[in-house]
């Protein structure tokens, strides 16, 4: 039962694992729940904001409004130093913090206590925004969710980025300018996901929050009558406009910074009471100005609407500027992006003013809606945010020129003055130093599964019996196979599942199907590193299925993983990096025949000779077309295109495969490549011209540590979707005695296949048939001995002869047996890959490549890839 739930819970959990459909639903859910909580926010602002204002109306004002912006500064300071001292502050900045990935918290502790202090701040009549608030609740639920239901770190970043441009587009009821927003300054990142998540999430907010009709900033209904025009005559003036919005943004990003400082230095009190002063300075100031003061809303309106004098909105623009940075000051946890669009629109009023005054082409008010934009610009440093947002608050298309002109304007002003955003610098005050520039990242933090993962998998089949698959165990290097079913992965077997049975007692042998993990964790040949290494560890696995749809394409272990990043920190270029696909620069083609193509790559004229004497022997036997290689390897920073190369060295070897293809009749295509990396050209031609069979030489050893062959061959052997033959060739020519020893399986079958090809370039060939078995066995197997025998004596005018052999080493009983019947050549075929893997890993090199003179053929089928039968 244990077992069953534990199988039960990893099913369950997998399912709702990252994917690109999945991610579009939890963007819907994050924008609904974010786009809720700020509408939850509006209205309570709009409820306890209204009776305040009907409270300054019975009571006088002077004592009304600075007693309830003591008790609630003093609330909301109270509330956020005992349960979220990190809700202090506009938050924005702590959200652009953590999507850099510094490690802050960001949880749902947070976003309740920022969503209640807002509220009591913003009601109480402090001049700030709640779109500060908005996008740090938006961002620490949705950071919340993907802890619920976890999720890869990168994917994580994308689901806060997501939240927090909802949480914007809900304040502002500008869902594009939320995605632009996470784009510009959040996340700067423009993946499909990351789009995908932003947009719904952006779209979902907004939505939520004009059905509940609480936006606060939507101004359609305000400035529908409104007269707006542009005329080029009026440039210079949005010239100066934008000019003096760059300067008014810096001079507000220090004026920020520097009261931030004062407060710190001087007042010494705790935040309930620094918050608590700042509602009752912001309440007597208040009630000393005219009543439109006392509704931040109003008053942008007012100024939207040219209802004011220009002394008036100078005076706005004085007194507001002073008490944001006051009551910002304080830790009041509400945002500063609202309070610029006062400012801007105040500004822009002054020079629309102006402009009516020498002009008079266009409304003060236009410049007012324009200013917003500008001074936003100036602030933040987010042009195109900036051009949308407004475009968005006012629907008036012809505001979009102008505000390009003023955005543009103040944000090469302001950088030119101080380089970075509001936020930038409030993370320095704090301490936290944001990289100026996006730094490259390391090759092997871009690579995706594809590029870690050993395309060919040894498998199991679900049908298979228990005695199988140990043996598969046994004669393997493995300890994970994932099992299929009609092609389609259906679970995974792992040594712990061999432990976990063999300590039950047996009443009858089980199937693979019976023993296997169902429906194990996979990734996809796109997925990240980084997710996979979240996987992994997140279900404790060693191994990772790579999969697409159902098919299996590969396999990921650990081992992958260290190997990969090992290469990068010992300096390898190859880590991560594509190579450029080779090209081809000569080639010669003869008549098909359509039974199939055998390739033999060139490379040494010393060994040509007989590899192409090899080839045509096979190729006659199989009536195979055959196709000759020769690669010249370029630099990685050469451009294959542009690089010259000399082709003569290949053309004797070429020329030499199209005189013997005449003389036996055989269709012979000669090829010359140009390529960045040797065996991805191979590869590539095996992929290009549909390659069956492929003969490849090999010297027998290697100086590289950790490889047998070389690093090219290794990678052919297990990416080569073709029967392969490796050949050693030794310095006699003469090849009579043949020695194969088999052990049943697919590359033992294609050995002894190969044998009448390859024995007809004998005069009296010999072969001698060998099976190494255990010393304890009482009587030896020797039906598969038999069977080869059969059909070699049926094929060959030679002598065939069969031994078993009993040794506890395969390699030594090998070199035995070679050295007793001074064996020519031998042919090694392995089951399930089992003795393949030996010589991958080292043991049988060691003993027969490098200690004798022997020639030595590794055979593996293509049906042993992926199949492990």
């Known amino acids: ?381 987010v042009p195109i945010t900036a051009v949308i947002i407004v475009f968005e608050m006012t629907t008036d298309f012809n505001l979009v020129l102008p505000l390009m002109i003023v955005s543009v304007t103040a944000y090469l002003v302001a950088e030119a003055l101080e380089t970075g955003s509001l936020y930038d610098h409030l993370l320095e005050f704090k301490g936290i130093h944001l990289p100026k520039e996006a730094n490259p990242q390391a090759p092997w933090t871009q690579l995706t599964a594809s590029n870690v993962m050993q395309p060919n998998v040894e498998t199991l089949g679900s049908r298979m019996s228990w005695d199988e698959a140990l043996q598969a165990f046994s004669e393997s290097s493995h300890r994970h196979f994932p099992v299929l079913e009609k092609g389609k992965l259906v679970g995974i077997l792992t040594q712990q599942d061999i432990t976990n049975l063999s300590r039950t007692s047996l009443t009858e042998h089980p199937t693979v199907a019976q023993v296997m993990t169902p429906e194990p964790v996979t990734t996809s040949p796109g997925d990240t590193l980084a997710h996979v290494l979240h996987l992994l560890n997140r279900y404790k696995i060693n191994c990772l299925p790579v999969v697409q749809g159902n098919r299996l394409v590969g396999i990921i272990t650990r081992s992958d993983i260290i190997r990969v990043e090992a290469a990068y920190f010992n300096g390898s270029e190859d880590v991560g990096s594509k190579a450029e696909p080779s090209r081809v620069i000569y080639h010669t083609s003869a008549p098909e025949t359509g039974q199939g193509r055998l390739l033999v790559p060139l490379s040494n004229p010393k ?112 990416q080569a979707a073709c029967d392969l033959v490796l050949v050693k060739l030794n310095k006699q020519s003469h090849l009579e005695r043949w020695l194969v020893p088999i052990a049943g399986g697919p590359n033992a079958q294609q050995a002894i296949q190969l044998l009448p090809a390859l024995t007809s370039l004998s005069k009296t060939p010999v072969v001698n048939l060998c099976q190494v078995f255990e010393p304890n066995k009482a009587e030896a197997d020797t039906t598969t001995l038999k069977k080869a025998a059969d059909f070699l004596k049926q094929r060959l005018n030679g ?21 007793r019947n001074q064996s020519d050549v031998i042919i090694l075929g392995a089951s399930r890959e089992g003795m393949l893997q030996q010589v991958v890993h080292g043991n049988i090199p060691a003993t027969i490549c490098r200690n004798n003179n022997q020639t030595v053929i590794l055979v593996r089928a293509a049906s042993a890839i992926g199949e492990g039968n």
């Open 1 to 381: 039962m244990a077992r069953m739930g534990q199988i039960f819970w990893k099913r369950i959990s997998h399912k709702l694992l990252p994917t690109k459909r999945l991610a579009m639903v939890q963007a819907c859910l994050i924008g609904l729940v974010s786009g809720l909580a700020a509408v939850l926010l509006g209205q309570g602002v709009g409820l306890l904001g209204g009776w305040r204002q009907q409270i300054s109306h019975q009571f006088p004002a002077l004592l009304a409004l600075p007693i309830i912006g003591l008790v609630g500064g003093f609330l909301a300071g109270w509330l956020v130093e005992r349960i979220a001292p990190e809700a202090a502050g506009s938050g924005m900045s702590e959200v652009k913090a953590v999507l850099a990935k510094v490690p802050m918290p960001l949880n749902l502790r947070i976003a309740l206590v920022k969503l209640v202090g807002a509220t009591l701040v913003l009601a109480s009549g402090m001049p700030l925004g709640r779109e500060g608030p908005t996008v740090q609740i938006g961002a620490a639920l949705a950071n919340q969710f993907s802890r619920w239901f976890p999720t890869s770190p990168e994917h994580r970043r994308q689901l806060i980025a997501a939240g927090a441009g909802a949480g914007l587009a809900a304040a502002f009821n500008a869902p594009i300018a939320g995605v632009l927003f996470v784009v510009e300054e959040l996340l700067q990142d423009v993946s499909d996901i990351t789009l995908g998540t932003a947009i719904l999430a952006s779209f979902i907010g907004s939505v939520v929050a004009r059905i509940c009709d609480t936006h606060s900033l939507d101004l359609n209904l305000v400035l529908a009558a409104a007269n707006t025009s542009f005329y080029v005559s009026e440039i210079p003036f949005y010239l100066l406009l934008g000019i003096l919005a760059g300067v008014g943004g810096v001079l507000f990003n220090r004026g920020v910074l520097a009261s931030l400082g004062l407060s710190r230095r001087f007042l010494k009190i705790s935040l309930p009471w620094r918050m608590g002063l700042a509602g009752l300075v912001t309440g007597l100031v208040f009630a000393c100005l005219p009543s439109l003061f006392r509704d931040n809303a109003g008053l942008r309106e007012l100024l939207l609407t040219g209802e004011a004098n220009w002394q008036l909105v100078a005076l706005v623009f004085f007194v507001q500027f002073l008490l944001i940075l006051f009551t910002y000051a304080s830790g009041a946890p509400a945002g500063l992006l609202v309070p610029t669009l006062g400012l801007g629109a105040a500004l822009g009023y002054l020079v629309g003013t102006l402009e009516h005054h020498f002009l008079a082409v266009s409304l003060a008010t236009t410049y007012a809606r324009v200013g917003m934009g500008a001074f936003f610009c100036g602030v933040a440093r």
């Open 607 to 718: 060994t040509a000779g007989m590899l192409l004497e090899m080839a045509i022997a096979i190729a006659r036997d199989r009536h195979y077309e055959i196709e000759c290689l020769h690669i010249i390897v370029v630099p990685r920073h050469k451009i294959l295109a542009e690089t010259q190369v000399n082709i003569k060295p290949a053309m004797g070897p070429l020329e030499q495969a199209m005189h013997l293809g005449q003389t036996w009749h055989i269709p012979v295509h000669t090829q010359i490549r140009v390529a960045h990396d040797l065996s991805e050209a191979i590869l590539q031609t095996i992929k290009d011209r549909h390659i069956n069979f492929m003969l490849m030489g090999w010297k027998g050893s290697t100086a590289t540590p950790g490889r047998v062959f070389s690093r090219v061959v290794d990678t052919v052997i297990r």
């Open 799 to 819: 002598l065939v002869t069969i031994a078993p052999v009993y040794a506890n080493s395969v390699s030594e009983a090998v070199l035995d047996c070679a050295k």
